[in-house]
């Protein structure tokens, strides 16, 4: 199989597999889906899921959000963990929409980058998903099955993206990165993985796998 080959085949299978897509995230607006992908830094869509309502019960919005303290926030989002930094970076970045922005989440992902707690990963979902701009978000599930794939080196999520974008269609960008997300978690999981079970690396990707297997077992 060319290079060219396997990634047609990659996209051809998530297709079929996902021909409509979930948004793991639970929001209504870009805010709200700002918020929600801040809070899933090292934690679970189920886990932020279950404590967004309880959050936007009480601020679904820059304007009321700052009217709470970070403590009050930081009290409500304390089970998705990391809670000190995620509250100061939501009541944060809030005050900054409402001062700089009237309340609106720009859709440029450089001015996304500016706002506190916010990365490039963060900034490439919310302009992607809320604003179906092309992005192509790295997550560890990505970052795993590039590599499992022979896309890239899977020496850091910088270099996966640089070559997800090279290798993937723009226009499929945003359908692919949730689509291989989806596919990471059913098919091909950091713990408990199936090579047997997962179509697309054992076609594709069997090769890179072994060979790595081989090479850690030399180590030890």
Do not use: C
Request: glycine letters at 4%; proline letters at 6%.
């Amino acid at each position: 199989m060319t290079k060219s080959e396997k990634v047609n085949f990659v996209i051809d299978t998530l297709q079929e597999l996902y021909p409509t897509i979930p948004i793991p995230l639970d929001h209504k607006d870009p805010y709200t889906l700002l918020i929600a992908v801040l809070m899933s830094a090292q934690s679970t869509d189920v886990r932020v899921n279950k404590i967004t309502p309880l959050l936007f019960a009480k601020a679904d919005n820059p304007y009321e959000m700052i009217k709470l303290s970070v403590e009050e926030i930081r009290e409500i989002i304390k089970p998705v963990g990391l809670s000190p930094m995620k509250a100061k970076g939501i009541y944060g970045l809030s005050k900054m929409l409402v001062e700089k922005y009237n309340g609106v989440v720009p859709q440029e992902l450089e001015l996304l980058e500016e706002f506190p707690a916010v990365g490039h990963k963060t900034a490439s979902v919310v302009v992607s998903q809320a604003f179906g701009i092309p992005a192509f978000p790295v997550d560890t599930h990505i970052h795993r099955l590039m590599y499992r794939w022979g896309f890239t080196n899977g020496k850091n999520v910088v270099q996966t993206e640089k070559d997800a974008k090279r290798l993937f269609p723009k226009e499929l960008w945003n359908d692919l990165h949730l689509q291989i997300i989806w596919y990471g978690r059913e098919y091909s999981p950091a713990r408990g993985w199936d090579l047997e079970k997962d179509i697309i690396t054992n076609t594709i990707g069997r090769k890179t796998v072994l060979e790595n297997y081989y090479k850690t077992k030399k180590a030890r």
